[in-house]
């Protein structure tokens, strides 16, 4: 009993603390905006299917400078991409990145650094095709990847918008 009221007094006074740096650094005390800088939305391409079209039409009317990216972990996956790329990529320009130890996530964001240091005035958006399963279990079969790129992505300093178009699977 004795050791636990100074730990709960010191977690409270580090969580009293933590506000309050939050606080000051969210305040408007000294904020000037940025001034407008243009954008570039980056859309992961896993394969070709009706996500993949919608989130390239969503990208395509709210940006000028709209890249796809797919990593290439299975060479017949890569090329189906290719194939129907030129019916349904809505005119962005398509990179296929190059995976040697099947890595999903390292290859994205080695692009996002390379994108960030050739263009480092601009914020970007990355926009995540996603299915909804309509069972709960069924979400362990689906959408992994993204869940390892927000957590790698979450934190880069350019990237603004992590945004999932989604599409409900039928029952």
């Not at 730990?7 to 006074?13: D, P, Q, T």
């Not at 990593?71 to 017949?76: E, K, T, Y």
């Not at 909804?132 to 959408?143: E, G, M």
Request: with cysteine.
């Amino acid at each position: 009993m004795i050791v636990m009221i100074p730990l709960g007094v010191w977690l409270f006074l580090t969580i009293a603390r933590h506000y309050q740096e939050a606080d000051r650094e969210l305040s408007l005390g000294g904020y000037a905006p940025t001034p407008d800088r243009p954008d570039m939305m980056v859309v992961i391409v896993t394969s070709m299917n009706r996500v993949t079209v919608e989130a390239m039409r969503y990208a395509v009317k709210r940006c000028q400078d709209v890249r796809a990216v797919h990593v290439d972990l299975d060479a017949g996956c890569a090329a189906d991409v290719r194939r129907d790329w030129n019916q349904c990529g809505g005119g962005a320009t398509l990179e296929v990145l190059e995976s040697p130890y099947r890595s999903f996530v390292e290859p994205i964001v080695q692009y996002m650094q390379k994108v960030e240091a050739e263009r480092p005035n601009r914020l970007m958006t990355v926009v995540l095709p996603e299915v909804i399963p309509h069972r709960w279990w069924q979400t362990l079969l689906h959408n992994r990847w993204s869940v390892q790129l927000r957590a790698a992505l979450i934190n880069r300093p350019r990237v603004t918008v992590l945004t999932t178009v989604a599409r409900p699977l039928a029952e």
